[in-house]
C-alpha cells in the first residue's frame, strides 16, 4: 500500500517538475531576458578547471563504484556543463 | 554476477548519451584509455576503459566505449555464505549526439555480458540552451533489460526491467558560478535479489546457532534522488565544488550526501582533493539476523541495503602535455587518481568470529580505488 502511494507521488512528482521545465522553455522562446553574464564575461567559466565532468570515463567509473558500495544511486548529474562557451 | 553491473548500466548509458548535453555545443573529440582498480575487503575488481568521441560533419558526434570488469571475489558475503570466485565482465556502448540550433538530441546503446547475467539499455535525451546560454535545460528517459542466470543452474532466467526519467538544469548565477540541479526517478520491476546471496536467522539446532536461507527482495522499486552542484571560481585561478545529494527509495532507504572538492592548477599539473560523506538508513526488508526461518515476507542481507555511512577521501593529479599538438593530436595529459573508502556499517556483523549469534562486531570495510588515465584531444 505504502509502495504503491509512494508510485503514485513519485508520478506527480514528475509530472509536475515535467510540467514546470516545459513551461520554462516556453518561456525561453518568447521572454526578452538579458543574458547576466554577457559571453565576454564567461572566460572564467571557459577555464577547464570549472568544468562539472571534465573527465567523462573516470566520472562514471566512480559513480559506478559508489553505486556498488551505497544502497543509492541517481541524481549526481550525467549531464554536465551547460556555460555554452567551450 | 557481482554487484556492479546491475545497478549501473544504465548510468553508463546515461553519461555516454547525456554527457553532451551542453546544449549549442558538441562535446569535444577525444580519447581515453583508462585502467581501473579497486581492492578492498576480499575484492579485487580491476581493467581497462576506453574512450572514443569523434564529431562527424559540424551536427553529428558519436561515442563508442569499451570497459571491461575483472573480478575476484572473496568479500564478507561470499566466504561466509559461498565459495570464492573469478569472472569478467565486458560492456560495450554506443551514442549519438545530434545539435540542431541550441538544441542537442542524443541516443545511447549500453549492452553488458557476464556469465551469469545479460543487461541491455538503451537511452534517448534532449537538451536546450536558453536565456542566451546561461541556462540548459535535459530531459532524459533510458530502458533497461536485464536477464539474471545462475552460473550452478542452467535453467535459472530471470527477467528485470528498468526505466529511468532524468530532469536536469544547468545554470550559469553569475561569471564565476555554475550550478547544476539534477532529479532522477528510477522504476525496477523484476527479479532484484542476488540470486546467491542468503540471510542468516537464529537457529537452536545448530552448534553456532544459526543458519542461512535464500534473500527474498520485492519485486518492484522505485528511486527518487535530487543532486545540486555549485563550481566556484576562485580568485587565484582555482576551483571549489560542494554537492549534496538526497535520496529516496520505496524500500525505505534514505540518504544524505556530501562533497567538497578543490582543484588547484600549477604549471602543467592540476590537482584535486576531494572529501565525500554518505549517510544511509537500512532496506525495511534487512537484517543481519532474523528471529526465525521465512520470518518476513521479505529478507536480505545485502550489506549495501543496511544502514551505513561512507567516507572517501581522494586525491588526483593531472599533467598536461602537447601543448603545441603532435600530428593529428591537439593536446594531451595523464592523470593519476586514488580514492579512500571507508564504510562503517551500523547492522551488518562480521560473522567470521566466534561470538554468540548478534554479538559479533560490526563489519568496516577499507577499500582503495586506483585511477590512471591517458586523454587525447584531437
Not at chain 2, 546515461?14 to 554527457?19: H, N, P, S
Not at chain 2, 558526434?61 to 575476484?72: A, E, T
Not at chain 2, 533510458?142 to 532524468?166: C, M
Not at chain 2, 528471529?291 to 561512507?310: H, N
Request: net charge negative; hydrophobic share 35%; with cysteine.
Amino acid at each position: 500500500m505504502r509502495q504503491a502511494w509512494r508510485m503514485d507521488m513519485n508520478t506527480s512528482k514528475f509530472s509536475r517538475m515535467l510540467l514546470a521545465m516545459a513551461v520554462l522553455a516556453s518561456l525561453s522562446a518568447c521572454s526578452g531576458i538579458e543574458p547576466w553574464v554577457k559571453p565576454y564575461e564567461r572566460d572564467r567559466l571557459a577555464d577547464p578547471i570549472m568544468f562539472l565532468d571534465g573527465d567523462p570515463v573516470s566520472t562514471a567509473y566512480i559513480q559506478h563504484v559508489f553505486e556498488a558500495r551505497e544502497g543509492a544511486r541517481g541524481g549526481e548529474g550525467a549531464a554536465g556543463g551547460g556555460c555554452g562557451c567551450n | 554476477m557481482h554487484c556492479y553491473s546491475k545497478k549501473t548500466i544504465l548510468l553508463l548509458a546515461l553519461l555516454l548519451g547525456g554527457q553532451s548535453a551542453v546544449a549549442g555545443v558538441l562535446p569535444d573529440d577525444r580519447t581515453d584509455f583508462l585502467y581501473h582498480r579497486y581492492e578492498g575487503g576480499g575484492v579485487l575488481i580491476d581493467g581497462p576503459s576506453v574512450l572514443v568521441r569523434k564529431k562527424v560533419g559540424k551536427s553529428v558526434s558519436f561515442v563508442g566505449n569499451y570497459y571491461v570488469d575483472s573480478v575476484s571475489s572473496a568479500s564478507i558475503d561470499v566466504v561466509t555464505t559461498a565459495s570464492p570466485y573469478s569472472e569478467e565482465r565486458k560492456q560495450h556502448s554506443l551514442g549519438m549526439d545530434y545539435l540542431r540550433g541550441n538544441t542537442t538530441m542524443t541516443l545511447g546503446y549500453t549492452s553488458s555480458v557476464e556469465s551469469d547475467f545479460d543487461a541491455t539499455t538503451y537511452s534517448i535525451g534532449i537538451s536546450q540552451d536558453m536565456f542566451g546560454d546561461l541556462t540548459t535545460l535535459s530531459l532524459s528517459y533510458a530502458y533497461g533489460d536485464d536477464i539474471v542466470g545462475r552460473s550452478d543452474d542452467p535453467l535459472f532466467e530471470r527477467e528485470n526491467t528498468r526505466q529511468h526519467y532524468g530532469v536536469g538544469l544547468t545554470q550559469i548565477l553569475t561569471r564565476n558560478l555554475i550550478t547544476s540541479l539534477n532529479f532522477e526517478t528510477i522504476t525496477d520491476e523484476g527479479f532484484l535479489n542476488n540470486p546467491y546471496r542468503s540471510v542468516r536467522y537464529l537457529d537452536s539446532s545448530t552448534p553456532i546457532g544459526y543458519s542461512f536461507e535464500p534473500e527474498l527482495y520485492p519485486g518492484t522499486r522505485t528511486t527518487n534522488a535530487i543532486g545540486l552542484r555549485a563550481r566556484y571560481y576562485l580568485p587565484w585561478r582555482a576551483a571549489l565544488q560542494t554537492e549534496y545529494r538526497f535520496f529516496d527509495d520505496t524500500w525505505d532507504i534514505r540518504s544524505h550526501t556530501a562533497a567538497i572538492s578543490y582543484t588547484h592548477p600549477w604549471r602543467d599539473f592540476t590537482f584535486e582533493v576531494k572529501y565525500r560523506w554518505h549517510d544511509q538508513t537500512g532496506a525495511h526488508f534487512f537484517s543481519d539476523l532474523f528471529d526465525r526461518a521465512e520470518a518476513t515476507t521479505f529478507r536480505g542481507r545485502d550489506k549495501e541495503l543496511s544502514p551505513l555511512t561512507s567516507q572517501t577521501v581522494k586525491m588526483s593529479a593531472a599533467y598536461e602535455f602537447l601543448d603545441d599538438g603532435w600530428s593529428f593530436l591537439d593536446r594531451g595529459s595523464v592523470t593519476l587518481a586514488v580514492d579512500l573508502l571507508h564504510v562503517d556499517y551500523h547492522d551488518f556483523r562480521d560473522i567470521r568470529g566466534s561470538e554468540p549469534p548478534g554479538t559479533e562486531l560490526l563489519y568496516q570495510l577499507d577499500a582503495y580505488v586506483f585511477q590512471l588515465f591517458f586523454s587525447f584531444w584531437y
